[in-house]
T-cell receptor, first 112, second 114 residues
């Protein structure tokens, strides 16, 4: 039973265009959401997060949108750069357990 | 100067063997974790220690035993290795018990059981 789902295993985007990575969740108790980025042979690194009391958080080229009613969040990268090519993991955290639940990741490839 | 370092990075071994993976963090964090990335690429938490005390112990076989000699180290020992244990194991740390989920991960240790 996967509570955090990333249904697109891969995404290709042209350099300079917008990349949109999607994530759906099923647990309504999640109160904090994060995106991690992972390059090959490296561990995931934290990218951006959003609290459930907000619907948008922006950090430079990266913006995360949260739609609680749809239990959906998305990561927008604009403009996309070749160095953004990596696997992006969506994650969520809830309640007293404070355990991260990860999705399966989306491989983003930004074509020059 | 690596913040969270794991050794070894690659480990190939036979079924039935016992092996250990070591992890060290130099960030001064209180909490450390072991995650397993399985063949479907999901990252799943196995254990978490806060100041050497076990705080999360997910449903993993008791062949897996974590040990935290001090808050900068969290080692993972696996007895009687099975084929299904093949995975990438990630160590991570956070300043406290991850209230906001921002973890610092090591590079991973790829375990292959033959």
């Amino acid at each position: 039973d996967q509570q955090v789902k990333q249904n697109s295993p891969s995404l290709s985007v042209q350099e300079g265009r917008i990349s949109i990575l999607n994530c759906d969740y099923t647990n309504s108790m999640f109160d904090y959401f994060l995106w991690y980025k992972k390059y090959p042979a490296e561990g995931p690194t934290f990218l951006i997060s959003i609290s459930s009391i907000k619907d948008k958080n922006e950090d430079g080229r990266f913006t995360v949108f949260l739609n609680k009613s749809a239990k959906h969040l998305s990561l927008h990268i604009v403009p996309s750069q070749p160095g953004d090519s990596a696997v992006y993991f969506c994650a969520a955290i809830s309640g007293s357990a404070r355990q991260l639940t990860f999705g399966s990741g989306t491989q983003l490839t930004v074509l020059p | 100067d690596t913040a969270v370092s794991q050794t070894p990075k690659y480990l190939v071994t036979q079924m039935g063997n016992d092996k250990s993976i070591k992890c060290e963090q130099n960030l001064g964090h209180d909490t450390m974790y072991w995650y397993k990335q399985d063949s479907k690429k999901f990252l799943k938490i196995m254990f978490s220690y806060n100041n050497k005390e076990l705080i999360i112990n997910e449903t993993v076989p008791n062949r897996f035993s974590p040990k935290s000699p001090d808050k900068a180290h969290l080692n993972l020992h696996i007895n009687s290795l099975e084929l299904g244990d093949s995975a990438v194991y990630f160590c991570a740390s956070s300043p406290t018990a991850a209230r906001t989920g921002e973890l610092f991960f090591g590079e991973g240790s790829r375990l292959t059981v033959l």
